[in-house]
């Protein structure tokens, strides 16, 4: 079965920078659109930055230059590099991959992100 595994989530000051990863139980990783998507409480889960299969990417208005997405296809591993990071950027962030082909998405459980001094 698929699985999306967050890590790196934690507590950092205004101004610092933290690292998401996500590993994909999938042997298919490499052809998969990847994202990362957080939500805030109460507010709408929203598209941070994403990474298409072929290595293109688009960030949120509100994170670019400041967030990087990657990926390591021989790692199963798509990553959130956050510099500059603001109070509203503390959320839970999620991973998500999409099979187009299939039709088909499959969602990380999420991790969290605080930015407070």
């Known amino acids: 079965q698929v699985q999306l595994v967050e890590s790196g989530g934690g507590l950092v000051q205004p101004g610092g920078s933290l690292r998401l990863s996500c590993v994909a139980s999938?042997?298919?990783?490499?052809?998969?659109?990847m994202g990362w998507y957080r939500q805030a409480p109460g507010k709408q889960r929203e598209l941070v930055a994403a990474i298409t299969r072929g290595g293109s990417t688009s960030y949120a208005d509100s994170v670019k230059g400041r967030f990087t997405i990657s990926r390591d296809n021989t790692k199963n591993t798509v990553y959130l590099q956050m510099n500059s990071l603001r109070p509203e950027d503390t959320a839970v962030y999620y991973c998500h991959a999409n099979f187009a082909l299939a039709r088909t998405d499959y969602w990380g459980q999420g991790t969290q992100v605080t930015v407070s001094s």
């Open positions: 999938l042997s298919i990783f490499s052809i998969l659109d």
